[in-house]
């Protein structure tokens, strides 16, 4: 993913792109379960997606 910001006049694009891989169809069901994860226990909140959602 990048992200790139240009300023036009008094305002700013912001301009996101991803490239990455993508997810499962198993992921992508489970994704705004809250504590859901696929790190190592231990390594991050876990609560952004479902938060969000």
């Known amino acids: 993913m990048f992200i790139r910001t240009k300023p036009i006049n008094n ?3 912001i301009h996101i792109a991803d490239n990455g891989l993508g997810m ?3 992921i992508r069901q ?3 379960n ?3 994860t696929t790190k190592p226990v231990g390594k991050g909140t876990e609560m952004g997606l479902s938060i969000s959602y």
Do not use: D, G, H, L
């Open 30 to 32: 489970r994704i705004f």
């Open 34 to 36: 809250p504590f859901f």
């Open 11 to 13: 305002q700013v694009a």
């Open 24 to 26: 499962t169809k198993n």
